[in-house]
């Protein structure tokens, strides 16, 4: 299939001078990189047409401090913003809430309002800049906020670039921070890509995400599995909803880990494109190509830093990186050597984002599409995970579906099993672990600057919260929030009705608690 391509204006030669094809193919009648399934890649010519986004993930303190580093990283080559939130904004408190004290924008930034949205993004172009946020069991009220601040700045939403991570089944698998029991929660996710998929072509509602999952000690098929699962199942509610899969399925996108076994990372890239171009075109029946092409975001991996020597945390994020590169990503993020002690510091991220840079610009592997293609190695891992893939996938059905599944305990197990055999294998040395099992440095001392949140950051957002409460109209306020109860109450699309409330000064805690009296809570019951 001729298509007219785009090509950035670079020299792909290599440095010795060498001419290179857009890809390498042992015979005239292989899968090409852009090809049906897209195990290659999605694009013939890959990183030839645009570099990957560079989209540094970032959040502590007050939304005014984000917003400094923000554009500090923009100032610095970054190329798209990747928000993260502090933990009462992930679990849905008010930064004045009892169970708020002591991590206001510690593990990330505060976001409570519209207010807060307002001042995160002052003076930055969000017609211009791709805004990932990376919020799951609230997400479709971060979600209401960013609408809202579009609109208040007369921003038509259907020129939004961004991603909303939005996944909240590996919440229950993995990362534990949801608020609503499985099925309501499940509803919340597809109100966003309904309303995404009418309203806000060019954004990705969701993005499935594998992360986490590996973070908590899965292995690579078990991430791969799970994730694509996970993605499966939203496509499933969709159509229960009268969506219609080419109306949405091109705009669900993908987040995996890249941990350090260089060359099963590729591998599982590799699978993952080849597993969902199938599915999509066999048992969904997709016929709009961008449908069967998975998109996915990369971040390398944090649980392979390490305290100790933290120095080698660039290298490991740097080997992370091009396995991530190699693999054929949308979109990277690169840990910060600091991580493993604190939130990044300016000149901790500023090294990882120049190891994108370097990698992008100096090292040759975007002049290639898939070059580790045809590898015999490279093919049998590949191969193997798709198998362990589809294997889970059936272990899954027989189970009853994901949230049955969630509930039996099923994936938590698995991933538990997973990182108990991991760490015995780093208990023993069987697995060397540089300066944790082997290579250790007696007497240590630590000379890296460390990021200190300041606890005027807790003082500072509860002030905000009594001034909004103060100025607001709480008569308007009050007659929305009965909308929104009525609309939880009747299954509609949520969507609307939390711009409104947003529009009107409600708070993140209000609205979550509006929804709990409608939705209930949910609590694993089960023992692992």
């Not at 593990?107 to 800049?129: A, H």
């Not at 994020?317 to 091009?322: K, L, V």
């Not at 995970?385 to 272990?395: P, T």
């Not at 300041?454 to 607001?472: V, W």
């Amino acid at each position: 299939m001729n298509r007219k391509k785009n090509t950035r204006k670079y020299n792909f030669d290599t440095i010795s001078g060498n001419k290179l094809k857009e890809y390498y193919s042992s015979q005239d009648n292989d899968i090409n990189p852009g090809e049906f399934p897209y195990t290659r890649g999605i694009h013939s010519n890959m990183y030839r047409g645009k570099i990957w986004t560079m989209r540094q993930f970032s959040g502590f303190s007050t939304p005014e401090e984000t917003n400094k580093r923000y554009k500090y990283l923009l100032k610095n080559g970054q190329t798209g913003l990747s928000v993260a939130y502090d933990m009462p904004t992930l679990m849905g408190y008010d930064p004045d809430h009892e169970l708020s004290v002591g991590e206001v924008g510690v593990c990330g930034v505060n976001v409570s309002s519209l207010e807060d949205m307002e001042t995160l993004f002052k003076g930055i172009d969000l017609e211009k800049i791709s805004i990932s946020q990376t919020i799951n069991g609230p997400a479709i009220i971060l979600f209401a906020f960013y609408v809202a601040l579009a609109k208040k700045n007369k921003i038509d939403i259907s020129k939004l670039r961004g991603t909303l991570q939005n996944d909240v089944l590996k919440e229950y698998m993995a990362q534990k921070e949801w608020i609503f029991p499985p099925s309501p929660s499940v509803k919340l996710v597809v109100d966003v890509i309904e309303f995404c998929s009418k309203n806000m072509p060019l954004y990705n509602p969701v993005s499935i995400s594998g992360y986490h999952i590996r973070e908590a000690g899965s292995t690579a098929a078990q991430e791969l599995a799970f994730t694509l699962n996970n993605g499966f199942t939203y496509i499933d509610e969709c159509l229960k909803r009268g969506l219609k899969i080419d109306d949405f399925a091109h705009r669900l996108s993908f987040f995996f880990n890249s941990h350090i076994d260089f060359f099963e990372e590729i591998g599982k890239y590799r699978a993952a494109r080849r597993i969902w171009a199938n599915k999509l075109k066999n048992q969904y029946k997709a016929r709009n190509e961008n449908s069967l092409k998975l998109k996915f975001h990369t971040q390398t991996a944090g649980c392979s830093l390490t305290a100790q020597q933290p120095e080698n945390n660039i290298v490991r994020t740097a080997y992370e990186a091009m396995a991530a590169v190699l693999g054929g990503t949308n979109s990277l993020h690169t840990n910060s050597l600091d991580e493993s002690l604190a939130l990044p510091s300016e000149k901790a991220v500023k090294i990882a984002l120049r190891t994108q840079q370097v990698l992008a610009y100096e090292t040759g592997v975007a002049s290639v599409a898939d070059p580790l293609g045809g590898s015999w190695y490279i093919e049998d891992i590949t191969n193997r995970i798709e198998k362990e893939a589809n294997k889970y996938f059936e272990i899954i059905k027989k189970l009853g579906g994901t949230i049955n599944a969630i509930e039996e305990g099923y994936f938590q197990k698995e991933i538990a099993d997973a990182a108990s055999i991991y760490q015995e294998s780093i208990d023993t040395k069987d697995r060397i672990i540089v300066g944790i099992n082997d290579f250790i440095e007696k007497n240590e001392k630590l000379d890296i600057e460390i990021l200190k949140i300041s606890k005027k950051a807790q003082k500072i957002q509860e002030k905000k919260i009594e001034i909004l409460k103060k100025n607001r109209n709480t008569k308007n306020l009050n007659i929305k929030m009965k909308k929104l109860k009525n609309a939880c109450e009747n299954n509609l699309n949520l969507v609307p009705y939390l711009v409104l409330v947003a529009e009107e000064g409600a708070t993140i805690g209000e609205i979550v608690e509006v929804m709990k009296n409608v939705y209930g809570e949910w609590e694993e019951s089960f023992g692992i």
